[in-house]
């Protein structure tokens, strides 16, 4: 099994907040605070439901009425025409997950102007020019995937990937006068979403959606453009009461002309069919393994080119990834028979795909790697650069690197049914790639 986050759903706000269900639950889990069936048929523990901020405690009885709601409707549809009327947009949104504690953060930014449209995020970035719509990725330059624009961009999006859906109004990148504003303005973060009241004196506009989901979003006065929203979701198939808050922030622009034009220009890259061809592939064994200089625990750097001449394994982990936690103890395993045969063989895991950062990350990697007493070294991959140049897409990943410096064998995700094979199969091709070559 492994753990990963596609391109499509990492531009979305339905990944964003898939990641950090997976990532709190999983945490959760480890820690024990969610219960499971107790065994024997006795009664399952109870689990106190997280508590949502409560975001609409300002919308009085008398900011509810449908003359107000009324007001809500008509301040949005001239929302919904600026958006409209302007020659070029451009925005700056930040989405924070605030999932039982942990939050994530995620931002990204928005432009459009009468040639096409433009969203990135991260290392991914959206283009609509020339008459498609093309989906990029720093991590892989030279490749792009393109769709013919059918209709609009966003309708383009929706039918070639299966559904897409922006945390923002569709007025943003798909402008046009409003039919249904608390739709258009929710869109798929709230389903069924109903304008429900209107706070005049701070230009907020309350909603409600399914599942006991509500939202305020706020709209500049100046502009009447959107400043950002507070949301708590009921995300599909959650318990009752069960609510993810979310928070949105925007700082809209509108001008006659963008600084650089949105443009896209194919030459010299390579165009590709799928998402899956788009992203990194992991590197094939007896291609050069990437090199790496990474800093481990007590602080000094480990660096591939200093252990050549010695078979080197590593173990790509992190601290949320309960696969990787149940392998690790297999390749210590295999680090310690290493260690005792006297053979030219170095392991390390290296930490990576992290939330934490800086030294807050290194205090909590130490304390977990300290506890668990592994054999092996542990490297902090602290910027993912070199899990990037290997091109996993997931954890864990197991790489044996020869003496020559080239890929002798790669494992991704472990065994769930016998997870200690690994042991056995380190052995054997670390003694394959020490044995002396033939001619």
């Known amino acids: 099994m492994t753990m990963s986050v596609s391109l499509a759903r990492a531009i979305v706000v339905s990944g964003l907040v898939a990641s950090s269900l997976t990532v709190s639950g999983t945490a959760l889990a480890q820690e024990g605070a969610i219960p499971t069936p107790a065994a024997g048929g006795q009664e399952m523990p109870q689990f106190e439901m997280p508590k949502a901020p409560d975001i609409a405690g300002a919308f009085t009885d008398d900011k509810k009425t449908p003359e107000m709601i009324k007001s809500a409707e008509e301040m949005l549809k001239k929302t919904a025409l600026a958006y409209r009327d302007a020659k070029t947009y451009s925005d700056t949104v930040t989405i924070i997950v605030d ?45 792009f995937v393109s769709y013919p624009i059918d209709g609009t961009m966003l309708k383009t999006l929706e039918k070639e990937l ?115 061809d788009l992203a990194p592939q992991a590197l094939e064994v007896g291609t050069d393994a990437p090199a790496f200089a990474l800093a481990n625990l007590e602080g000094k750097t480990v660096s591939l080119a200093d252990l050549k001449g010695k078979v080197v394994v590593v173990d790509f982990w992190a601290e949320w990834c309960g696969p990787c936690k149940r392998g690790l103890p297999h390749v210590s395993e295999f680090a310690k028979w290493a260690k005792e045969s006297g053979k030219a063989i170095e392991v390390y895991g290296i930490n990576t795909l992290e939330q934490k950062k800086g030294e807050e990350r290194v205090k909590a990697v130490t304390e977990y790697w300290t506890k668990q007493g592994f054999v092996m070294g542990c490297l902090v991959d602290m910027d993912d650069a070199t899990i990037k140049a290997y091109g996993f897409q997931g954890i864990p990943a197991t790489v044996v690197i020869g003496p020559d410096g080239k890929i002798a064998a790669v494992h991704q995700g472990i065994d769930p049914q016998n997870p200690a094979k690994i042991i056995d199969d380190l052995k054997a091709e670390c003694e394959k790639a020490l044995a002396p070559k033939a001619g």
């Not at 994530?104 to 432009?111: G, L, N, R, V």
């Not at 989906?135 to 030279?142: C, K, N, R, T, V």
């Not at 973060?189 to 429900?196: H, I, S, W």
């Open 162 to 276: 299966g559904g897409f859906n922006l945390p923002l109004p569709r007025w943003v990148l798909e402008p046009g006068e409003a039919k249904d504003v608390a739709v258009e303005l929710a869109g798929a973060m709230m389903p069924a979403a109903k304008l429900a009241g209107f706070d005049a004196d701070t230009g907020s506009v309350l909603l409600t959606g399914e599942g006991a989901s509500i939202a305020v979003f706020t709209i500049d006065p100046k502009t009447n453009l959107l400043s950002g929203a507070k949301l708590n979701m009921a995300p599909p198939g959650a318990p009752e009461g069960f609510l993810i808050p979310l928070t949105i922030t925007m700082t809209p622009a509108v001008a006659d002309a963008l600084a650089a034009p949105i443009t896209f220009d194919e030459t010299g890259k390579k165009s590709v069919k799928s998402l899956e």
């Open 99 to 143: 999932m039982m504690g942990q939050k994530q953060e995620q931002a990204m930014t928005i432009t459009r102007d009468a040639a096409g449209a433009r969203i990135d995020m991260g290392s991914n970035s959206i283009v609509a020019a020339n008459g498609k719509v093309y989906i990029l990725s720093a991590d892989a330059p030279e490749k």
